[in-house]
Each structure stands twice: as structure tokens, then as C-alpha cells.
């Protein structure tokens, strides 16, 4: 496959709008996504990925990645931030301060970056970072959406270790995890890391051949992800719904239309907590729809009863443009809609459920692939 390239403004906005859709609620700010790709373009960067059969057996492949709640910054913590006379120090780089720690670290010359998942920032930053750094970026990542946790994506399930990782935040802060007794563990210290650091902090890891990689990889989704915002956009030009694009182009379904009646939520951990309540419009007028988040969304309850769970994905979506809404910002009086779209089958797998299923965040369901619910349905 030829290498795919954002050469225009309207190529970074179709591809910023299909990693926000695909980002499931997270996945990071896309006006922070669309503007390291506009600064980019500006400086004359070539922003583009290379398919994964292109990747030599013996390169080594690291990932890079912002770890931390999606929560809004609080004024306390703001406050707190000034009371120590914080700065940042990186101005934006620290992604590429982590690879080259990383790289130093293990004693390696990195020969390309794989994004760990697909989000409105958390794939444009990764992609820049790399480019500057002159390391070919590949069309795949590891969760084929975004996620909350190292368990959710294919390196758990290959039992790939993703330590050692270096960690730099946006005061200059740079730690190195060695070895983690476990997945769990890793993905603890990191978020504790990133809890240290106020919000978030940068982490490059997953050091891997491109033997390996090329056996663990969900293929081509940065291409999908650019495919699926034209698609939207192209609808809307032509004066089609853009819903029944998503629909048509994911293969998913469409399961819900309302506004937002509230959102309540918590930041815990280093991660953002919560469940949005949405009110019927349309052919759902007098039902009820409310998902739970972490960071991004995971559960769907039609009229209190579970209709969408994870590894299957509940993308929220603005009902008239067909953006996708991220948790951050979801409001209440939103008009949106809910569309369900299928996992990769890889986390369908007993292995899979045990980090992506709804058992493994709390909730006594059990997993229903969504085109059995959707059946059942009628």
C-alpha cells in the first residue's frame, strides 16, 4: 500500500474527525489534535504513515502516548500548580523528549513509532513527534480506538512487555520504570506518575521488532480513521446525514438520538470517571440512555438495561454535524446521538474480556457481541 499523506488543512480535519469518532469519548482534545497538525503543516513537516509490511523484521518500534484523567483541570489544582512555581519546561516536546530517553535507556536506534490508539490529540501528537524525529509512523496501533489502560490493548493480550518506559512531563520531570511486576502495575505507576505531574504526563515504551509488531497490530486504522472523517464531511456537503455515513462506513448501528440531561462525573486516579444520562428525541422520544465512561465509554444502558458494553464501542456523536463528543466537554442540552460500532474481534477473546469485557470494569454483565444484541433487538 503507498503511504497515505495529510497534505492539506481539510486532510488533517478529516483525519482529526475520524480519530475523534473512533477516540469513543476520548482520546484527547481535538482542537489540541487539529492544531499540532495545522503548526506542522506550517513548519513544513511531512505528515505522513507507512503501511506495516513496509517495516523491516529488525527494526525496533517504540510508542509514545499522553498518559492521564481527561478530566478538566480544577482550580485547585491550578492554585496548587502556582503556590510551587511550576513551569513548563518542554514547550510541547515532551513526546520526543520520552522516544529519545527511551531510546538512550535501552541502548537502541529506533526505526519507527506505532500509535498506541486512535483519539482526536492522542494520534496527532504521537504523529508529529515522530516526524520530527524522523521515524517512519505505521498505519496501526493497538486498540483500534482509544482507551483508558495498557489491559486494553494488543501488547496485554501477546503478553508483549511494554517496560522498560520513560516518563516526562511538562515541567521537565523525567523517571524511568525499569521493570513492572505486571500490566496492572505498569499502567499504576503511570497514572501515579501522571497524577504527580498535575493532569498528564508523556510516556514512550513497548519496545518491539517489527517481527513482533507485525503480528499483533489491528492494521490500517490511521487510513480508516482519515477515510471515516471524509466520509462524514462528504455527506454533509452533499446535504446527507451524516449519522447514516458513520453508520454505513463502520458497519455499526445507529441505537440512540436525545439530549443530554446531565453528566456526572469524578476525577480518581488519574483517570475521569462518569455517566451521562441522555432523554430520547425522535423515533427514541420517552426512552432513556446513559453510559458510563473512564475516560472513554464503555457501557450503554437502553431503558436500565445494558444494550452496548466493551470491547464494543458506544461512539456519542453530535447529532446534526456527526462530530464526535468527547467526555471532557459533553454537556448538558447536547443533542446527540449514539452509534454502536463493532470491536476488533481479537478482544472478544477470553483473554481480551479479562481487560476490555464489562466484568473487568465493575459490572456484573455479561458480554454480548453487539450484532446478537441488535438481533435479539429486532
Given at each position: 500500500m503507498p503511504h497515505r499523506q495529510l497534505k492539506s488543512q481539510q486532510d488533517c480535519e478529516d483525519f482529526v474527525r475520524g480519530c475523534t469518532i473512533m477516540g469513543i469519548g476520548g482520546g484527547g482534545d481535538p482542537a489540541v489534535g487539529l492544531k499540532v497538525l495545522f503548526d506542522a503543516l506550517d513548519e513544513g513537516l511531512t505528515l505522513e504513515w507507512i503501511d506495516v509490511d513496509d517495516l523491516a523484521d529488525d527494526t525496533w518500534t517504540a510508542s509514545v502516548y499522553g498518559m492521564g484523567s481527561t478530566a478538566p483541570i480544577s482550580e485547585e489544582t491550578k492554585a496548587e500548580i502556582k503556590l510551587l512555581g511550576l513551569e513548563p519546561r518542554l514547550a510541547g516536546r515532551e513526546m520526543e523528549r520520552a522516544l529519545e530517553e527511551l531510546a538512550e535507556y535501552a541502548g537502541?536506534?529506533?526505526?519507527?513509532?506505532?500509535?498506541?490508539?486512535?483519539?482526536?490529540?492522542?494520534?496527532?501528537?504521537?504523529?508529529?513527534?515522530?516526524?520530527?524525529?524522523?521515524?517512519?509512523?505505521l498505519d496501526a496501533d493497538f486498540a483500534g480506538r482509544a482507551v483508558p489502560e495498557e489491559m486494553q490493548g494488543t501488547p496485554f493480550l501477546y503478553e508483549k512487555n511494554s517496560y522498560p518506559f520513560t516518563s516526562v512531563d511538562q515541567w521537565g520531570n523525567?523517571?524511568?520504570?525499569?521493570?513492572?511486576?505486571?500490566?496492572?502495575?505498569?499502567?499504576?505507576?503511570?497514572?501515579?506518575?501522571?497524577?504527580?505531574?498535575?493532569?498528564?504526563?508523556?510516556?514512550?515504551?513497548?519496545?518491539?521488532?517489527?517481527?513482533?509488531?507485525?503480528?499483533?497490530?489491528?492494521?490500517?486504522?490511521?487510513?480508516y480513521s482519515l477515510n471515516l472523517g471524509a466520509a462524514v464531511r462528504e455527506a454533509r456537503e452533499r446535504g446527507d446525514d451524516p449519522l447514516q455515513a458513520?453508520?454505513?462506513?463502520?458497519?455499526?448501528?445507529?441505537?440512540?438520538?436525545?439530549?443530554?440531561e446531565r453528566k456526572d462525573w469524578e476525577d480518581r486516579g488519574g483517570y475521569m470517571y462518569g455517566t451521562t444520562y441522555i432523554n430520547g428525541t425522535g423515533d427514541w422520544t420517552g426512552h432513556t440512555f446513559r453510559y458510563w465512561f473512564k475516560n472513554e465509554n464503555h457501557i450503554g444502558w437502553l431503558d436500565d438495561e445494558p444494550f452496548i458494553t466493551s470491547p464494543d464501542m458506544p461512539a456519542v456523536v453530535d447529532q446534526e454535524t456527526g462530530e464526535g463528543k468527547i467526555n471532557t466537554y459533553i454537556k448538558a442540552g447536547d443533542r446527540v446521538a449514539v452509534i454502536g460500532i463493532k470491536g476488533p474481534e481479537i478482544f472478544r477473546s477470553e483473554r481480551g474480556l479479562s481487560g476490555a469485557g464489562p466484568r473487568y470494569y465493575g459490572f456484573d454483565i455479561d458480554y454480548m457481541p453487539i450484532e446478537e444484541r441488535m438481533a435479539a433487538a429486532g
Open positions: 537502541v536506534t529506533l526505526g519507527a513509532m506505532v500509535p498506541v490508539e486512535l483519539g482526536g490529540s492522542n494520534t496527532p501528537a504521537p504523529l508529529v513527534a515522530a516526524v520530527r524525529l524522523g521515524l517512519p509512523v523525567v523517571c524511568i520504570l525499569k521493570e513492572a511486576q505486571s500490566p496492572h502495575t505498569l499502567e499504576r505507576i503511570g497514572k501515579m506518575l501522571s497524577v504527580a505531574a498535575f493532569g498528564s504526563c508523556y510516556i514512550a515504551s513497548t519496545l518491539l521488532t517489527g517481527k513482533e509488531i507485525k503480528d499483533i497490530v489491528i492494521r490500517d486504522t490511521l487510513t458513520i453508520v454505513d462506513f463502520t458497519g455499526g448501528w445507529l441505537l440512540f438520538t436525545g439530549e443530554v
